[in-house]
């Protein structure tokens, strides 16, 4: 098994920042990619992605404010959130799967594993 576990999330005022981080564990080594979320009454979407190869993704609505990062480690993975906006408000979930292409999917049915989720909430 694999487990993936979301932390960071929290109470903000718009326009201000918050660090959300992903750590894999199990009995195979994996690499969260990307960062998904889903926000009230929305369907999930995606927000970033990070593949090993260094190839970076990011949804048109956070181009500019969000950064995807590797940890110190492949199984970790950071998403800084910077100006943050009330509609940045969600439950945010981190993915990852056994195969591993050059460039990150932004599909989220092509991910293998999923955390449970940390909330974050912008307030205005």
């Known amino acids: 098994q694999v487990q993936l576990v979301e932390s960071g999330g929290g109470l903000v005022q718009a326009g201000g920042s918050l660090k959300l981080s992903c750590s894999a564990s199990?009995?195979?080594?994996?690499?969260?990619t990307a960062w998904f979320r889903q926000g009230p009454g929305k369907e999930r979407e995606f927000v970033a992605a990070?593949?090993?190869?260094?190839?970076?993704s990011y949804a048109d609505s956070v181009k500019g404010r969000f950064t995807v990062s590797r940890g110190n480690n492949i199984t970790t993975i950071h998403l800084q959130m910077n100006s943050l906006k009330s509609e940045d408000t969600a439950v945010y979930y981190c993915?990852?799967?056994?195969?591993?292409?050059?460039?990150?999917?932004?599909?989220?049915?092509?991910?293998?594993?999923w955390g449970q989720g940390t909330q974050v909430t912008v307030s205005s």
């Open positions: 990070l593949s090993l190869f260094g190839a970076k």
């Open positions: 993915a990852a799967d056994s195969a591993q292409p050059i460039l990150p999917s932004r599909v989220g049915s092509e991910y293998e594993y």
């Open positions: 199990g009995r195979t080594i994996t690499s969260p």
